[in-house]
Each structure stands twice: as C-alpha cells, then as structure tokens.
C-alpha cells in the first residue's frame, strides 16, 4: 500500500494528495511503535545510571583503601621512631587523611 501510495504521488493527472496519506502513514506507524521506543529508551537511560552509579562506589572505595594504606605508613614511622620523626607536613598529612576517613564512616562508610 505504501509503494502504490508512493508511485501514485508522482502521478500529475491525479487529483489525490498521495503524499498526503503517505504522511498520514508514517505518523501512523510511530505513533503505534512509540510506546516500544520509549521503553527501550528508558531501559537505556537506567542501565547507564546504574553503571555510573556503580563507578563513583568503587572510585570511593580505593580512595578509602590508598588513605588507609598512607595513615598506616605514617603510623608505623611513629611506632619505629616516636612522634618526633614526622615531619610537619607528614602530621599535617595524617591529620587531614584521618579526618577525611572519619567523615567517610559518619557517612555510612566502613574501612575495608
């Protein structure tokens, strides 16, 4: 029906607007397949959200992991040599990690 609307629009002696229906057709056609569409485009959007979702959790995680790993580096200086063997800016250093994991368990957060 389409390619008989089609060819027939090309026909100048026809007083029909060919075309016309043809237009009708296509909105007839998305507007049937739109319900399909959207929901595939739903699907899509929450697949993605998750995903990235998902990134920041594990992004956090190994920032909590390398934090850890330097609070106890600067811990076990100060087990060998006492507190007078960090620098300022290694205490400078401990004190802000150390605050950075405390703020991170207040917010529900656990040191894995």
Do not use: C
Not at 45 to 60: E, S, T, W
Not at 81 to 104: I, N, V
């Amino acid at each position: 029906m389409v390619v008989i609307e089609f060819f027939s629009g090309f026909n100048p002696n026809s007083p029909v607007a060919h075309f016309a229906h043809l237009g009708g057709m296509l909105f007839g056609f998305v507007y049937l397949q739109w319900p399909k569409w959207k929901y595939k485009l739903k699907r899509a959007q929450g697949d993605q959200q998750r995903k990235q979702h998902l990134k920041v959790v594990y992004r956090r995680e190994d920032e909590v992991r390398k934090l850890q790993k330097e609070v106890d580096d600067l811990l076990d200086k100060i087990n060998q040599s006492g507190l007078d063997a960090l620098t300022a800016s290694d205490k400078k250093h401990l004190e802000e990690a150390s605050r950075k994991l405390r703020d991170w368990e207040k917010q529900g957060g656990s040191r894995s």
